[in-house]
């Protein structure tokens, strides 16, 4: 029912903490596809391992490292579920990550489910997206809810989406933070979307994270504003197309 995607490049010391918390999920159904983008360090062994160990486990190797967007889109591509959740090679999940994600979305056969999350920064932790009230929402609603940053937030962990909708929406295999270019689309053409925010997913911050910049502006670029601003700009555009009666 669902596949697991994760990526992964030279993680050699961080990949076997988050693929015991997936195997050691209480719900069962599912698939963990990895995709190996180009490590060159000891990361494609320990995958090896891991593979012939577990039969759910189906490791992709990519010869050269490629953009985030790049390396998701052939995961996905590879993916069998109905269902797909992203989890980052860095972080952690909750034991009933999967189970709770999969029985939000039956209670009302949403297209996305999401979870809350907790944040770890400079040893100490945080609280990302978390509340204790249920919400379903349209997909209106959750465009809604995404640009207040309140409830949800644009990354594509801890979330559960069904596949059709990210195969609307392939990632960009160019841009350095893929995710804000298609994350509103997935939100404005859900039919439903149900958010619970109990932390069952948890981020962990450090130095080498790609979105390291959201939790340091100190890490900021130049060149990571402009990619922002256009997307603000385009999404502007998307969504008056979509919702013409809310252009004011």
Wanted: proline fraction near 3%.
């Amino acid at each position: 029912m669902v596949s697991v995607i994760m990526l992964t490049y030279n993680r050699e010391s961080w990949i076997e903490k988050m693929i015991s918390d997936i195997l050691g999920q209480s719900f069962p159904d599912f698939e963990f596809i990895i995709v190996n983008n180009g490590s060159t360090d000891g990361t494609g062994v320990l995958l090896s391992k891991f593979a012939g160990a577990d039969s759910r486990i189906r490791v992709i190797t990519l010869e050269r490292a490629q953009t985030i967007g790049r390396g998701r889109n052939v995961g996905l591509r590879h993916a069998a579920g109905e269902f797909v959740a992203y989890v980052d090679d860095d972080d952690r999940v909750s034991e009933d990550f999967l189970g709770f994600l999969v029985d939000l979305q039956k209670e009302c056969n949403a297209d996305i489910a999401m979870c809350g999350a907790d944040e770890k920064l400079n040893g100490r932790w945080g609280p990302q997206c978390m509340f204790e009230d249920k919400y379903i929402l349209s997909g209106r609603e959750a465009v809604t809810e995404l640009l207040k940053r309140e409830r949800i937030r644009a990354g594509t962990p801890a979330k559960l989406f069904r596949k059709t909708l990210l195969e609307k929406f392939p990632f960009d295999e160019e841009a350095r933070s893929e995710d804000i270019h298609t994350m509103y689309k997935y939100f404005a053409e859900a039919d439903k979307v149900i958010l619970h925010g109990l932390p069952k997913y948890h981020f962990i911050r450090h130095g080498r994270n790609n979105s390291i910049f959201t939790s340091d502006f100190s890490k900021l670029t130049p060149e990571m504003l402009e990619e922002y601003l256009e997307v603000y700009r385009e999404r502007a555009d998307y969504l008056t197309e979509k919702y013409p009666e809310d252009k004011e």
